[in-house]
Every structure is written in structure tokens, then in C-alpha cells.
């Protein structure tokens, strides 16, 4: 697993990696290497191929986004932790009425990634969101927004503590009051180094211990392996990424068995149709 504590920041809409969010956060997470770059929010491809070769060159092991750049932090497939800052979860909506400027391309690319960062593969085919993702993501916000709030939302989504069916209990601390999401009151949607240096601290400890008994499982996983025989029901215990590999192998092949079943039902009804006019011919 990479490093945690190497961090790429993803600013918001106007920022730069000159932000004063990207300083806070260099000053509250001292003992990290925070990495941050200039992102053009409104090139969606382009942006998310940008945070791809940050995180392969710098073997980035967390994500900080805030705002407009939460949403591009959110929409990563797998891996690393992410933590959102007054996160804007359906921009597609909300930067229209912050820049009319923006491209009606760019408002269609973000309406399609929406459609698919908060949906599972087995609702959605293009779906992306997993349990483990769900139990390495954590938000903060502002109670006090003066632009928008999707913290309801969030909640709904990622959940307020760890909640993962046993088979990916991966890397879950045996801390149940452990939150995913930090509320801080009078805060607006720009927040300062006080108000976010504790729950910052806060989730950042939790993606360390995460990653920790993480480590400690793929450790394990890597020195032996099981044989398992077609209809054995086992709970694999399995490193977070594996854990989404093996969640995502599921949800496909639950699908193809459906779309299948749904073929026969077709052919069936299809059949019984023909025979039922036939016999009505006679």
C-alpha cells in the first residue's frame, strides 16, 4: 500500500495549490508530505488523469480535496483514504450558480460522473462506489455553509461510523465510536487552520490505523494462499484493495447471472406466446 502519509491536496473552484486550506493543512499535518498542484476543475478528463500521475509519482497513499476538488477526490475508483472538505458531491448543480462560466460540455462530463461515483456496480454497471471505499473516506463540514451543504447526503452515503458486512472488515479498527464525519460548528465554507486542525487530526488518525491493520492483514495474506472449491462459502479476510477487487468480481458476476436469467425469462414468455397463438390458429 502506498504511503499515507504522502497527501495529494485538490484545491476547490478559484484555488491554486498556493491555497491557504493546502498552508493549514501543511502546518496541522507536519510530520506529512503534503503535495499539491494547479488544476483546470472544469477540464473533468483532464483533471482526473492529472490526480492519476500525482498519485503514481509521488506515491500518494491519502487525498485532501475541498469543495469543487472533494468531488474529484470522491470520484477515484479504488484506494488511496480520502478525506473531503465541505465537500461539493453534485457540482453539476451547485458551480452554475457559482460561475455561469462554466462549459455546458463540463456540466454533461460531471452530470455522467455523479451518476456513477455514488452508486454500486451492482445498480449501476458504471457504478464505482464499494464498501471499501466507503470505509476509507471521511468528511468534514462546516455547519455554517454559506454556499451549500451535502452533509445529509454524505451521511446517507458513507455512513457516521464503520459499517462493513463481516467479509470486509479489512483493516476496521475495534473502535465503534469511530466517525466518518466531523461537524464543526459557526465554521463557513472556508474554513480556518483552527477550525480544521481537529478534525483533520482526527480522521487523518483514523486512516492510520486503517492502514496499519491493513499492512498487518496483506502481510499475513501474502504468506499463504487458499484453495477454495466451486460452493464453499468462505469470508475471505483481505487487504482494502483486494477487498474492493473481490466486492467488484461479485457485484459483475451477480449481474451477468441476472441479465442471463432475464434472457431465459424473454425466451420463455417468447415461446409460451407463439405456442399460445398457435394453438388459437387451430
Not at 484545491?11 to 491554486?16: A, D, I, T
Not at 507536519?30 to 503514481?56: H, P, S, W
Not at 452530470?111 to 464498501?131: R, W
Not at 499492512?215 to 483481505?238: A, M, Q, W
Amino acid at each position: 500500500m502506498a504511503n499515507v502519509k504522502n497527501i495529494l491536496y485538490v484545491h476547490g473552484l478559484g484555488g491554486s495549490k498556493e491555497s491557504t486550506t493546502c498552508k493549514n493543512l501543511r502546518e496541522i499535518l507536519r510530520d506529512c508530505t503534503i503535495f499539491a498542484d494547479d488544476f483546470d476543475l472544469f477540464d473533468v478528463a483532464g483533471t482526473q488523469k492529472k490526480i492519476e500521475d500525482l498519485i503514481a509519482e509521488h506515491d500518494i497513499g491519502t487525498l485532501i480535496g475541498s469543495s469543487f476538488g472533494a468531488f474529484y477526490v470522491l470520484a477515484r475508483k479504488a484506494l488511496p483514504f480520502r478525506i473531503v472538505i465541505n465537500p461539493c458531491m453534485k457540482p453539476s448543480i451547485e458551480i452554475p450558480k457559482l460561475d455561469p462560466s462554466i462549459p455546458e460540455k463540463t456540466v454533461e462530463d460531471l452530470q455522467k460522473l455523479e451518476a456513477a461515483i455514488y452508486v454500486t456496480p451492482e445498480k449501476n454497471e458504471n457504478g464505482i462506489f464499494t464498501s471499501v471505499m466507503k470505509t476509507t473516506t471521511f468528511g468534514i463540514f462546516g455547519l455554517c455553509d454559506e454556499l451549500f451543504s451535502y452533509r445529509d447526503f454524505f451521511e446517507k452515503k458513507y455512513g457516521r461510523k464503520f459499517e462493513i458486512p463481516i467479509v470486509f472488515t479489512t483493516g476496521c479498527p475495534n473502535d465503534n465510536s469511530a466517525s466518518h464525519i466531523f461537524n464543526v460548528e459557526g465554521a463557513g465554507h472556508k474554513m480556518t487552520k483552527d477550525q480544521l486542525s481537529y478534525p483533520v487530526l482526527k480522521a487523518f488518525e483514523s486512516v492510520k490505523k486503517l492502514a496499519n491493520a491493513d499492512d498487518k492483514i496483506r502481510k499475513n495474506y501474502e504468506t499463504f494462499s487458499i484453495e477454495v472449491k466451486l460452493g464453499e462459502c468462505v469470508d475471505p479476510i483481505l487487504p482494502l484493495e483486494e477487498a474492493d477487487n473481490f466486492e467488484r468480481h461479485i457485484l459483475e458476476r451477480k449481474n451477468r447471472q441476472e441479465r442471463h436469467l432475464n434472457r431465459i425469462r424473454n425466451l420463455r414468455k417468447y415461446i409460451e406466446d407463439s405456442d399460445e397463438a398457435n394453438m388459437e390458429e387451430k
